[in-house]
């Protein structure tokens, strides 16, 4: 994790006057400039003057105060931190698929209609769904596009109605989706068992409710085993069931939400379908639905009938565009590469890897972190810090010493209903080998906290920066150079 | 066995012992009977040199082509740099960065693009990128929207890229926002109109394209001093697809835009038949905490030493739920950070020569198109596009030039729009002689 240098200046603290990183074809033989009056700029925007070798060092320098997947151990719960296959960075930037433009005429883009129309097939057949739209830009998208079908769906039976329920132990984004797409939200508490609690279910259902947002496996790796009872409640009074996908690598070729009471769900092509977060995205949240919400998906839609591909504009009941053009097509190519390398008994076995990675770290963590839901999980584990606490020690503490080790802290205080939450995801591509380390490390920390919880409180010790003041950064606002008060 | 597994059959018997269980299925036994799926999910595997071979067929199989398409997406030179170094490992296969203290460079990265963005907008504030323009603009209503309160009709130019304004219609209408269509008098907004429009006490904000969808430059200052002297709480909102006209243009800023947002794939992003893309969405230091997705901030550590953090996080879903000023939680980082190295490589110069490079093959375009017998260049201040008219059936026209080997640009009413009309893109990747062959293919048509 150490670096060579600790510190970077910004590219506007470097370079100077008349120095260039790229050249440019001379402008020979063109016509003059046309551009006259208020709208012709007179400033010059301030961007560096640097040459191309120091924009090379300048943003190596940077991503080696980097952690990345190829680094080691990243056990970010829900987010799904697994290999991110090379071949499909080479298969992404193949020229033809590339440079293909969104506006040409489709037999100019026969390979890239087709190549998603093969992933749509795929991921149909590993939810059991129906259809799929691969419009949704990230998994918060997919959550906004399938609650708008709902909408669609409700007022097109003649009243879209007012509530989506959402247990209180989903991530943001789905009350949030709710909202965006004009939705009170009612909470539904979890039951003893981390589950949804199906008295309080009955209790907010009624005529009122379009429909519920239900994530499964559940933000603690839980099977929401009551699934397809909820699907009955909620379809007998004619609301729907929206299913949180981003967990499906627990579920592959075990379960598919399809057969399981789910109306319209999305997936996460970069978690569970190994593209990479590129620090932050793009990622890619495709919608998978059944027969009977296709009307509304997102138009245009990908038509392959008689092997010409085409997309299909006339939709009438759609709930519109979502995307400018058709989606993260780049992101569902290296998607539907992992898909293929794997197949579907692979694709099975990547889950039942997952899964046995998780209980094994569970097994062999739980004397030592407490695990407040002790019921069987799936492919992560939540523990908290009610162990630690009473040497004044906290998750967070806990998060910064394993930087020190050179480990990804995993996902912490989420989900909510965990108090000082820890959330360790390890997915299929840990060897056992790292595993142990991590859990080595874990137990040392463990016993760290109760003797030296010092080396926590200071952790961590040997980062580029250390604990950075957050409540200065939001006080005193500096969101750009030469901005603030600084 | 799959070359992506690490664990060995003994490491699996292993874990197996040390969790207490018998077998894999017994893992799995809290899947009720009755939900469990039991055949096998009927996917093909291949190796890694078979994948390539079928990906390679399936990219072979889109037609390479000479291209004048632009319409939102452009085909710019990209340097090797950004390639090479947008694919470091430590940058790509990293998460958001939750972490600071192992995320310096990612941070590091967002905040010099912010301080670009800025800079080339004449705005105060940027965001860290949205999936991509039409969902950043939808977004800028949506935030103009909080900032109006009880105010419920946006004023929406018809000269805005079709898309956008469909996708912008998708988000608002289940929130019952008004919008009212500005509609077009020679390909821009019609003063006239919105003026008339203005009167209306319920206008939240105003949206125009700059340039716009069909290319030409707005008069902005008009604009903005209509809106001010109308209405002056209604918030401007710009919507640019290609901010390399920044580089020339007199930015969103200067006349006192409220948001300027839209798409910065121009910068160092590939085509990538639309997506990925980057949304950009810069404002008003004033309204930053109506601004939807995420920001990156500078502060220092315990020791004293600058460094960034996500910042304003309780504007956020994780934090504000329901009451979030967005739902978005990825965004397009990536893009953003491949953004950031083709502006550092570009810097003050390269940007200025690479913008009138554009304009001015586009100029040479129009002046060659104009000579021409069948048609004729709609009128008006353009940057790197503009609308051609022709006598000629376009769809006829458009397929003879791909035979030909040359798209010739975006006909309209792939939109809906005037059947006579095309939209033709020029960017420094079409030579002079490319604008040639375009004009012999325009006269060669019966
Ligand atoms: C359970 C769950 N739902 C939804 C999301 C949102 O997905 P995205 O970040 O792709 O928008 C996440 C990702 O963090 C998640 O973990």
Redesign the interface.
């Known amino acids: 994790?150490k670096t060579l240098r600790g510190?970077?200046k910004?590219?506007?603290q470097m370079?100077g006057?008349?120095?260039?990183?790229?050249?440019?074809?001379k402008?020979e033989?063109?016509?003059?400039?046309?551009?006259?009056?208020?709208?012709?700029?007179?400033?010059?925007?301030?961007?560096?003057?640097?040459s191309?070798i120091e924009?090379?060092r300048?943003?190596?320098r940077?991503?080696?105060?980097?952690?990345?997947?190829?680094?080691g151990f990243?056990p970010?719960g829900s987010?799904t931190?697994k290999?991110?296959?090379k071949?499909n960075?080479?298969?992404a930037?193949?020229?033809?698929?590339?440079?293909?433009?969104?506006?040409?005429?489709y037999?100019?883009?026969?390979?890239?209609l087709?190549?998603m129309k093969m992933l749509e097939d795929?991921l149909n057949?590993?939810t059991?769904m129906d259809g799929c739209s691969l419009q949704p830009?990230?998994?918060?998208?997919g959550?906004?596009t399938g609650v708008?079908m709902i909408?669609a769906c409700l007022e097109k039976r003649g009243n879209p109605r007012q509530f989506i329920l959402i247990p209180d132990s989903a991530?943001?984004?789905n009350?949030?989706?709710?909202?965006?797409?004009?939705y009170?939200?009612k909470e539904v508490a979890s039951d003893e068992t981390g589950c949804v609690d199906l008295a309080k279910l009955e209790e907010v259902l009624d005529e009122n409710v379009a429909g519920m947002m239900l994530t499964n496996p559940n933000t603690l790796g839980?099977?929401e085993?009551n699934?397809?009872k909820i699907a009955d409640m909620l379809h007998e009074k004619g609301a729907l069931l929206y299913m949180d996908g981003a967990n499906m690598n627990a579920?592959?070729?075990?379960?598919?939400p399809g057969?399981?009471g789910v109306d319209v769900m999305h997936l996460?092509l970069?978690k569970t379908f190994s593209t990479?977060?590129?620090?932050?995205?793009?990622?890619a949240g495709p919608v998978c639905f059944l027969k009977h919400m296709a009307p509304f998906q997102?138009a245009p839609v990908v038509d392959g009938e008689g092997g010409y591909h085409k997309l299909d504009w006339n939709r009438p009941d759609s709930?519109?565009?979502?995307?400018?053009?058709?989606?993260?097509?780049?992101?569902a190519?290296k998607a539907l590469?992992y898909?293929?390398?794997?197949?579907?008994?692979?694709?099975?076995?990547?889950t039942?890897?997952a899964?046995?990675?998780a209980?094994?770290i569970?097994?062999?963590l739980k004397d030592n972190f407490h695990v407040p839901f002790d019921?069987?999980?799936?492919h992560e584990v939540v523990f908290n810090d009610k162990k630690q606490a009473e040497f004044g020690i906290s998750t967070l503490d806990i998060?910064?010493r394993l930087?020190d080790y050179g480990i990804?802290?995993p996902t912490i205080y989420?989900p909510l209903i965990v108090h000082g939450a820890l959330m360790v995801e390890p997915t299929?591509?840990?060897?056992?080998e790292?595993m142990d380390y991590f859990i080595e490390i874990m137990k040392k920390v463990a016993k760290e906290a109760s003797i030296s919880p010092e080396l926590l409180h200071d952790a961590?010790h040997d980062?580029?920066?250390?604990?950075?003041?957050?409540t200065?950064?939001?006080r005193?606002?500096?969101?750009?150079?030469?901005?603030?008060d600084? | 066995m799959?070359r992506?597994?690490?664990?060995?059959d003994n490491?699996?018997r292993?874990?197996?012992r040390?969790?207490?269980?018998d077998k894999?299925e017994s893992?799995?036994?809290?899947?009720?009977e009755?939900?469990?799926?039991k055949g096998?999910?009927?996917?093909?595997?291949?190796s890694?040199q078979e994948?390539?071979d079928?990906?390679?067929?399936?990219?072979?199989?889109?037609?390479?082509?000479q291209?004048f398409?632009g319409?939102?997406?452009y085909?710019h030179y990209i340097?090797a740099?950004v390639?090479?170094?947008a694919?470091?490992?430590?940058?790509?296969?990293?998460?958001?960065?939750?972490?600071?203290?192992?995320?310096?460079?990612?941070l590091?990265?967002?905040?010099?693009y912010?301080?670009?963005m800025?800079?080339?907008t004449?705005m105060?504030?940027?965001n860290?990128?949205m999936?991509?323009?039409?969902?950043a603009f939808a977004e800028a209503i949506?935030m103009a929207k909080r900032v109006g309160k009880k105010k419920n009709t946006v004023l929406i130019s018809d000269a805005i890229?079709p898309?956008?304004r469909?996708?912008a219609?998708?988000?608002l209408e289940?929130?019952?926002i008004r919008i009212k269509a500005i509609p077009t008098l020679n390909h821009k907004v019609d003063i006239e109109t919105l003026s008339a429009e203005l009167e209306n006490e319920d206008v939240f904000a105003v949206a125009v394209g700059y340039p716009n969808f069909f290319g030409i430059?707005e008069?902005?200052?008009e604009i903005a001093l209509t809106v001010r002297e109308k209405a002056p709480k209604a918030l401007l909102v710009s919507v640019t697809t290609e901010p390399l006209a920044?580089?020339?243009?007199?930015?969103p800023g200067?006349f006192g835009v409220d948001i300027a947002c839209g798409?910065a794939q121009s910068f160092g992003n590939?085509?990538?038949?639309?997506?990925?893309?980057l949304g950009f969405l810069t404002t008003r230091?004033k309204l930053?905490r109506n601004m939807p997705g995420?920001?990156?901030?500078?502060?220092?550590?315990?020791?004293g030493?600058?460094?960034?953090?996500l910042?304003?996080s309780?504007r956020?879903?994780?934090?504000?739920?329901?009451?979030?000023t967005?739902?978005?939680?990825?965004?397009?980082?990536?893009?953003?950070?491949r953004a950031v190295?083709y502006?550092?490589?570009?810097?003050?110069?390269?940007?200025?020569?690479?913008a009138?490079?554009n304009?001015?093959?586009a100029?040479?375009a129009?002046?060659a198109i104009s000579r021409s017998t069948h048609f004729e260049v709609v009128p008006g201040?353009s940057?790197n596009e503009f609308v051609v008219r022709s006598d000629t059936d376009l769809e006829d026209f458009?397929?003879h030039s791909?035979v030909n080997g040359m798209?010739p640009g975006?006909r309209l009413s792939?939109f809906g729009l005037a059947p006579d009309e095309m939209l033709i893109t020029v960017t420094?990747m079409n030579?002079?002689e490319d604008i040639h062959r375009l004009v012999e293919l325009m006269e060669a048509v019966k």
């Open positions: 994790m510190k970077e910004t590219i506007f370079g006057e008349g120095k260039r990183g790229m050249d440019l074809p402008p033989g063109l016509a003059p400039i046309a551009i006259s009056g208020p709208c012709m700029r007179s400033t010059t925007p301030d961007l560096p003057d640097l191309e924009v090379v300048h943003f190596t940077l991503s080696k105060l980097n952690y990345g997947v190829d680094d990243y970010l987010c931190m290999h991110n296959p071949i960075e080479l298969i930037s193949l020229d033809g698929f590339k440079w293909s433009h969104p506006m040409l005429p037999g100019m883009v026969q390979g890239t087709k190549a795929a057949e590993i059991g830009a990230a998994g918060a998208h959550e906004l708008m909408r991530h943001g984004t009350p949030a989706s709710s909202a965006f797409s004009g009170e939200v839980i099977f085993k699934i397809q579920m592959m070729g075990k379960a598919r057969e399981l996460n970069h990479p977060h590129g620090g932050g995205g793009p990622g997102p709930i519109g565009k979502v995307h400018g053009f058709y989606g993260n097509f780049l992101v190519l590469a898909i293929l390398s794997l197949g579907g008994k692979g694709l099975e076995q990547s039942e890897d899964v046995l990675a209980n094994y569970r097994a062999s019921i069987p999980t799936l998060a910064k930087i990804h802290p989420f299929e591509s840990e060897s056992k790292e961590p980062t580029p920066v250390r604990r950075l003041d957050e200065k950064a939001a005193n606002l500096v969101l750009r150079y030469g901005g603030g600084e | 799959s992506f597994f690490p664990l060995s490491d699996r292993e874990m197996l040390k969790i207490g269980a894999i893992l799995f036994s809290s899947i009720p009755s939900g469990q799926f096998t999910l009927n996917i093909p595997s291949y890694e994948l390539l079928l990906f390679r067929n399936l990219a072979d199989s889109n037609t390479p082509t291209s398409a319409a939102g997406v085909a340097p740099s390639d090479s170094l694919s470091r490992e430590e940058f790509l296969t990293a998460y958001t960065p939750y972490q600071p203290e192992i995320s310096q460079g990612t590091q990265a967002i905040f010099e912010q301080t670009c800025c800079a080339l004449g105060e504030v940027s860290a990128s999936y991509d323009g039409a969902t949506l890229h898309h956008y469909k996708v219609q998708s988000y289940n929130l019952g430059v008069p902005l200052d920044f580089g020339m243009l007199t930015p200067e798409e590939y085509p990538g038949f639309g997506g990925p893309l230091q930053v995420r920001v990156v901030g500078q502060t220092t550590d315990v020791d030493k600058i460094g960034y953090v910042t304003l309780a956020e879903q994780h934090i504000r739920r329901e009451k979030a967005s739902n978005i939680c990825s965004n397009q980082g990536w893009c953003m950070l190295i502006l550092a490589l570009l810097g003050k110069a390269g940007l200025r020569e690479l009138e490079l304009h001015r093959r100029e040479t129009k002046k201040m940057f458009v397929e791909v798209f975006v792939k420094e030579t002079v």
